[in-house]
Nanobody
Framework: QVQLVESGGGLVQPGGSLRLSCAAS????????MSWYRQAPGKERELVAR????????NYADSVKGRFTISRDDAKNALYLQMNSLKPEDTAVYYC????????????WGQGTQVTVSS
């Protein structure tokens, strides 16, 4: 059974930091590109960051470049998102996504974790 479980969300003041984690199970983690998406109220879900493989390429939404860092630990089947210099517009539900690098139909989502940036 595939599971992606996010944690680490919460309420933080503008300028603060949070580290999101995603624990994966039920599939061969190293075969999957891993991503963080987010969805704010009334907006479409958007890609925040993606990492293809450990030590491999990453890409970020322009809005988070220089502030967020995505990483993965294939030995622990874990994905992370370090978020610094948070802004109110970063407020959203953040989702972990796994997509097989070759078989794109193998695509899994976590349940999401709420991040609220507010003073």
């Amino acid at each position: 059974q595939v599971q992606l479980v996010e944690s680490g969300g919460g309420l933080v003041q503008p300028g603060g930091s949070l580290r999101l984690s995603c624990a994966a199970s039920g599939f061969t983690f190293s075969n999957y590109a891993m991503s963080w998406y987010r969805q704010a109220p009334g907006k479409e879900r958007e890609l925040v960051a993606r990492i293809i493989s450990t030590g491999g390429s990453t890409n970020y939404a322009d809005s988070v470049k220089g502030r967020f860092t995505i990483s993965r630990d294939d030995a622990k089947n874990a994905l992370y998102l370090q978020m610094n210099s948070l802004k109110p517009e970063d407020t959203a539900v953040y989702y972990c996504n796994a997509r097989h690098r070759l078989r794109l139909s193998l695509d899994y989502w976590g349940q999401g974790t709420q991040v609220t940036v507010s003073s």
